[in-house]
């Protein structure tokens, strides 16, 4: 990349929502610096995007100081997207403290940077910042229901100490924020063993075993198609809004685990048999997002309908684990989330 | 210090409590180290302790690596004690990144100490973890109502993501920790422009100036007097108690900033003028800790009787202030914390 048009940062960009980002912005005229340390991603997400010639990657954890491949060009950037974080319960519990630095002190780094190059800076916060909820749906205003004391509060904790950092650099009018709350996503690319919810039942189908579902299935989420959270992140990073107001990106339709789980046996040809396991420690039992506040600034609502991008990813994962076969597909007995 | 006796670290020991805390710590006959970067400090706190032989300071800040002077006796350590951070709204808000990275770095750093050390670590966290509570008293239990976005929020959620730090070296098996959530207490060795409600209004009053009280004075807050609060820190850090239960320290009196006022005046030999100003953001109604886990526990309970703690903390500041009339006493605008 020689010609000398802004560039985007993304941090987190070979993962799974990051590898859509850094697709959708190449697609659209961009060029894009990915900055991963390959903690969860996935190679193959990487091959896809490297022979682009506006793509660059770059090896790093952002929990240390920047290296100099992305200090050096400071002042080409315009765009800093933040999407690193190992985003489920396994991933993020194996290293709590991991996990806290790369919120606190990584969001750091990439928020002094943005100061630095006089970029606009992008949080992609979560609805895991709304806890177990109370209420519901759940809109940005609800302070949440979180534990700060449990086994998932390195990952909770950690991005509502992101947003509080975040909305203090717009405080402090050092950088232009957006700071997204991004709930259940879901799609190809994602990781085999991630242990979310949408992977774990695909896959244990597939594999033909036992699928796990936590509890009675009866507790709820709003799944939301990558290509319609990706559209929403590029929508909210490109906005005029200003200031101090985070926003809800998911899917508002409801769905219970057990239907999630109906809608992918349908696309078997074979019968699935479940085994329920007791429900994790502060697992939420509900989770919808309101949207209205990314209708009203972004005029943005997901599109994709379920069924749909359920088929789509049920096939990805069929190639992906057909590939595979020669090698054992681990599915792990992680939590629902 | 030459001989072989353990060592005692205590982060943040120039500042208000943490001076009280090395004081006590040295009368059992304890050998203590300070560290502090003086940011709220007041340097005579300091030179009540400088002069004994079993007393050492060290000048550093925590967000940094810590200083070799510590490093280098690293085994010796046996207790590590964390109060270092700005705790009133003016202090930590005049910095927040760097409030947030002293909560979360500095806690970092510290717990790695104690892990290689194997010493019991324990952190002073905060009732501000409860927020604007919905719930009266608040129980450890009780899971806040803090506004991550808002102007408190570094403190805050600095101070929550602190504590997932600690528990998480304690499911890791990493360090022994207690954490203290300390509610609002007051004494000699104040800051006397630090903002608090106590000191605010006993040098306001002092001055011969309007006192200014905010809102219409009926929030409520629990005052505990600075030995009672020293006490239970130690209590907590020498119990059996271990695991992941965070324990409230403070005094459940509850009285009205009106009535602290009121008997506060009482202790003036001249008529004293209000002035009521708006309450700041986020600035909690009422606060008063639950502290049937500390006397479970510890066997814990504020003994100090507010008219008598009051008393000596407006004798202590007269003394400072009448000492200190030649130079300008700033009382702070500020919050009511």
Known sequence: MTNNHPLTLVAGGA?????????????????????????????????????????????????????????????????????????????????????????????????????????????????EVYGDPEVHPQREDYRGWVNCTGPRACYDEGKRAAEALAFDFVRMKRAEVRVARIFNTYGPHMHPDDGRVVSNLICQALSGRDVTIYGDGMQTRSFCYVSDMVNGLIALMESDIDGLEPVNLGNPEERTVNELAQAIFALMDR????????????????????????ERLLNWRPTMPLVQGLARTFAWFAEELGEASEREVAVMPVAAE
Do not use: K
Not at 271 to 277: E, G
């Open 15 to 127: 993962g799974f929502i990051g590898s859509h980002l850094c697709a959708e912005l190449l697609s659209r005229g961009h060029r894009v610096v990915c900055l991963d340390n390959l903690q969860t991603a996935r190679p193959s997400n990487l091959q896809l995007l490297e022979g682009h010639p506006n793509f660059e990657f770059v090896e790093a954890d952002i929990v240390n100081p920047l290296p100099r491949e992305i200090l050096y060009r400071t002042g080409q950037f315009d765009r800093v997207y933040n999407l690193a974080c190992a985003a489920s319960p396994p991933q993020y519990q194996a290293d709590p403290e991991h996990t806290m630095l790369t919120c606190v002190v990584g969001t750091s780094n990439l928020l002094h940077l943005a100061e630095a190059a006089g970029a606009r800076f992008l949080l992609t916060s979560t609805s």
């Open 271 to 294: 019968p699935v048999t479940v085994t329920n396991l007791p429900l994790p420690v502060d697992d939420p039992r509900r989770r919808r997002p309101d949207i209205s506040r990314a």
